[in-house]
């Protein structure tokens, strides 16, 4: 059984991508050893629309890429993920179908922030994610993957180092590869765990905070940031 961290990103920003693919390599070896400090034994890299390679000690880096589609967010994890992808461009269902293609697992990513990617009753995804940033939505996350018959991972959306494993997955497979997680995740032999310590609580609350005065029109209510249309509708 192995624990990793299926959402995370090596900076801090979004866009700029000179400046990030400079920083990116430091952000990974942090974030790596980060995730293996909080006993965790991957995370998947999942930068929005690029995807860099990187092997940094400490934790398994699993390829990944985070897909912002036209009507929401969905994770690719997996050997071979794209390397680049339009913001905006790709629909939920070219996402998933260039994630199979490419032998990777295509994830419904903070369904209930921004997204209305889970009202397309025919798209193909492999699993439906519990997002660390507000995991307080897992009743209604768990609703969506029962009705649909899909598993939950756990992903914390970390930006900062220090917010990597706050919510991981536990992955039953005989060893730990871009291939044996995505053969778990469409096994359903995984489980979505959410640590709930003083720090990851205070990081919660911040992320709130954040978002509430950056999103206002958005927030319906403390118990569930973030609810309302994706970007770009």
């Keep these: 059984m192995f624990a990793v961290d299926l959402h995370a990103h090596t900076r801090a920003f979004h866009g700029h991508r000179t400046l990030g693919d400079l920083f990116d390599p430091l952000g990974v070896r942090l974030l790596a050893w980060e995730t293996a400090r909080r006993g965790l034994d991957g995370v998947a890299t999942t930068n929005h629309d690029y995807y860099t390679p990187f092997s940094p000690s400490g934790a398994t880096v699993i390829p990944g890429v985070e897909v912002s589609t036209t009507r929401g967010h969905v994770l690719v994890v997996g050997p071979d993920p794209p390397r680049e992808t339009a913001p905006g461009e790709l629909t939920p269902a070219e996402t998933v179908g260039l994630a199979h293609d490419r032998g990777c697992a295509a994830i419904v990513a903070h369904p209930f922030r921004n997204s209305t990617v889970t009202e397309l009753d025919d798209l193909a995804v492999d699993a439906v994610e519990i997002n660390g940033k507000h995991p307080q939505t897992r009743p209604l996350v768990a609703e969506i993957a029962e009705k649909r018959g899909l598993p939950l991972v756990g992903g914390s959306d970390a930006h900062y180092p220090i917010e990597a494993g706050r919510a991981y ?65």
């Design 169 to 233: 997955t536990l992955i039953d497979a005989p060893e730990l590869t871009p291939e044996s997680v995505v053969a778990a995740i469409r096994d359903g032999r995984v489980e979505a765990r959410v640590r709930n310590g003083i720090t990851d609580r205070l990081l919660r609350r911040l992320y709130r905070e954040i978002h509430r005065r950056k999103h206002p029109d958005s927030v319906l209510g403390s118990s569930s940031p973030g609810i309302g249309e994706p970007p770009e509708e």
